[in-house]
Nanobody, 120 residues
Framework: QVQLQESGPGLVKPSQTLSLTCTVS??????????WNWIRQPPGKGLEWMGA???????YYSPSLKSRTSISRDTSKNQFTLQLNSVTPEDTAVYYC????????????WGQGTQVTVSS
């Protein structure tokens, strides 16, 4: 059973960098044909895909967030990390990490989500 767990600060000040880590257990982030994704849901809005890192280490970003987003991984810890720069209150959301089966483009495992509030 694969488990994903998000961690990071729940409160970030405007203009600062939001940094979240997803720790994966029960499966390797380098296992073939999976991508590891970050998704967020602002209050009262739908899910927004932010970006992903593949099993081979390639990264992909939402065009609307690409200029502010960086996703990296630490294979020794089986973790992948999201950094979102220059945050504003509009970045307040529940942030999720999730695994996608590349061949089918289906999400099969999700973290429970973590609330991040951007406020001074």
């Amino acid at each position: 059973q694969v488990q994903l767990q998000e961690s990071g600060p729940g409160l970030v000040k405007p203009s600062q960098t939001l940094s979240l880590t997803c720790t994966v257990s029960g499966g390797s982030i380098t296992a073939d044909y999976y991508s590891w994704n970050w998704i967020r849901q602002p209050p009262g809005k739908g899910l927004e895909w932010m970006g992903a890192i593949s099993y081979s280490g390639n990264t992909y970003y939402s065009p609307s967030l690409k200029s502010r987003t960086s996703i990296s991984r630490d294979t020794s810890k089986n973790q992948f990390t999201l950094q979102l720069n220059s945050v504003t209150p509009e970045d307040t959301a529940v942030y999720y990490c999730a695994r996608v089966v590349v061949i089918t483009n289906e999400y099969d495992y999700w973290g429970q989500g973590t609330q991040v509030t951007v406020s001074s």
